[in-house]
T-cell receptor
Framework: AQTVTQSQPEMSVQEAETVTLSCTYD???????LFWYKQPPSRQMILVIR??????QNATENRFSVNFQKAAKSFSLKISDSQLGDAAMYFC????????????FGTGTRLTIIP | GAVVSQHPSRVICKSGTSVKIECRSL??????MFWYRQFPKQSLMLMAT?????????EQGVEKDKFLINHASLTLSTLTVTSAHPEDSSFYIC???????????????FGSGTRLTVV
């Protein structure tokens, strides 16, 4: 079974600075998707960014970008120009491209933005 | 954008009673619904996967007789917690697989969650 590990339970960053959240995963598959989701205090899950494993190019979405290292099974999220609204729990998630399309989530990183 | 309406948002029930949580896709057909459970300050743990018109597939360790899932239509899936006990108190979230448009390969729409407290 696939596992997703987020080794940073909590992170903090000064407003306008850059922060990187780490995520590693374990799989024997070669074709899969990786996601970063944000869960603000409202508890609504919001997709931040996703990466397809067969694509070598790192995904970017405005201030959010990933560093996808397939061989190392690493998928970190970089948030540039951090804003107060970025404060939330961030979950890394894995999805196989075979069988059930369920998401396997990491344990989460709580990000605090310091004004 | 796609919306999954989840109700109720909060519910308090007495121990031994049953509680039903509904997730309704408002503008798309949710052929597959995932049900998650989230304890405080923890991750989302998948409980079961339901496909419209068929029996749900439960994850290992999840009691299917306690957590009844019904997915009778393409827009409605329900989770019923039967004979609830305080240890069932948790945050329950549904997530619909959204096959539409550009995100058809990887789209998911989450409900806003239900906080269940069993007293």
């Amino acid at each position: 079974a696939q596992t997703v590990t987020q080794s940073q339970p909590e992170m903090s960053v000064q407003e306008a600075e850059t922060v990187t959240l780490s995520c590693t995963y374990d799989t024997s598959e070669s074709d899969y998707y990786l996601f970063w989701y944000k869960q603000p205090p409202s508890r609504q899950m919001i997709l931040v960014i996703r990466q397809e494993a067969y694509k070598q190019q790192n995904a970017t979405e405005n201030r959010f970008s990933v560093n996808f290292q397939k061989a190392a099974k690493s998928f970190s999220l970089k948030i540039s120009d951090s804003q107060l609204g970025d404060a939330a729990m961030y979950f890394c998630a894995y999805r196989s491209n075979f069988g059930n399309e369920k998401l396997t989530f990491g344990t989460g990183t709580r990000l605090t933005i310091i004004p | 954008g796609a919306v999954v309406s989840q109700h109720p948002s909060r519910v308090i029930c007495k121990s031994g009673t049953s509680v039903k949580i509904e997730c309704r896709s408002l503008d798309f057909q949710a052929t597959t619904m995932f049900w998650y459970r989230q304890f405080p300050k923890q991750s989302l743990m998948l409980m079961a996967t339901s496909n419209e018109g068929s029996k749900a597939t439960y994850e290992q360790g999840v009691e299917k007789d306690k957590f009844l899932i019904n997915h009778a239509s393409l827009t409605l899936s329900t989770l019923t917690v039967t004979s609830a006990h305080p240890e069932d108190s948790s945050f329950y979230i549904c997530s619909a697989r959204d096959f539409r448009g550009a995100e058809s390969n990887y789209g998911y729409t989450f409900g806003s969650g239900t906080r269940l407290t069993v007293v």
